[in-house]
């Protein structure tokens, strides 16, 4: 599959509909302009690729809204080299734009299935996470701690409390919490024991599941 010069013009597009929706920062534009959408998506869903929608993937997933992307992405504040773990890694959509930041990313998936296509399919592309894990996202990833940003790109019913013991003094964590909607919510840690937390609107995830298969 290529990148044309019709899929870089429906991604100008696609950044400027993200612009008009409240998307200031211009790293996260650029890099979700550089990020060649419809290869991660399966071919049925071409047509469908630059526009601001979640779509099907496999496993019963999505690839979320490039709009929730940018959203939950420009909450992280990342700067390069800053240290990532990202909790779903999904389609592999997200931590992209994550590795075009900058970051050195860390990622977990709890779908084998979808584990092991991304764990391929991404660099292949050019994407390099410093760790692509099967695993559960609910326990993060304690021997790689601490984290600059966590990012967890399902909905959680509750905030699992390792991630925020994971998190670096300064680190954010940004969560989309609840059942049937959730609220984008971010936690920045002040100290030990002392967190921040800021809520954001609701927005519409998959589940975050429990446990390994």
Same mark, same amino acid.
């Given at each position: ?5 019709? /899929?870089? !013009?429906?991604? $100008? ?18 890099? #979700?302009?550089? *990020? ?11 047509? /469908? ?6 779509? @099907? ?52 998936? &709890? ?16 994407? *390099? ?13 304690? +021997?790689? =701690?601490?984290?600059?940003? #966590?990012?967890?790109?399902? !909905? ?19 969560? @989309?919490?609840?059942? +049937?909607? $959730? ?8 100290? =030990?024991?002392?967190? +921040? ?6 927005? &519409? ?9």
């Amino acid at each position: 599959m290529k990148d044309t010069f019709k /899929h870089k !013009g429906l991604r $100008q597009q696609l950044v400027e509909i993200i612009k008009s929706k409240g998307i200031k920062d211009e790293k996260v534009l650029e890099a #979700i302009g550089n *990020i060649p959408r419809h290869m991660f998506m399966d071919s049925g869903f071409l047509d /469908h690729a630059y526009q601001d929608k979640a779509f @099907p993937i496999a496993a019963d997933q999505t690839i979320s809204q490039p709009y929730t992307v940018a959203f939950q992405t420009e909450l992280l504040q990342v700067k390069p080299g800053d240290k990532i773990l990202e909790i779903g890694t999904g389609s592999g959509y997200q931590t992209a734009v994550l590795c075009e930041l900058g970051a050195v990313v860390y990622s977990i998936e &709890r779908q084998r299935e979808l584990y092991k296509k991304t764990s391929k399919f991404l660099p292949k592309l050019g994407y *390099i996470a410093k760790k692509l894990i099967f695993g559960d996202g609910y326990i993060g990833l304690k +021997e790689e =701690a601490p984290f600059k940003g #966590i990012i967890v790109t399902a !909905g959680a019913p509750f905030v699992p409390k390792p991630l925020l013991s994971q998190l670096a003094i300064g680190g954010r964590l940004v969560i @989309p919490v609840g059942d +049937e909607v $959730q609220t984008m919510t971010l936690f920045i840690r002040n100290g =030990a024991k002392e967190f +921040e937390k800021h809520e954001f609107g609701e927005f &519409r995830f998959v589940p975050l599941l429990e446990d390994k298969n």
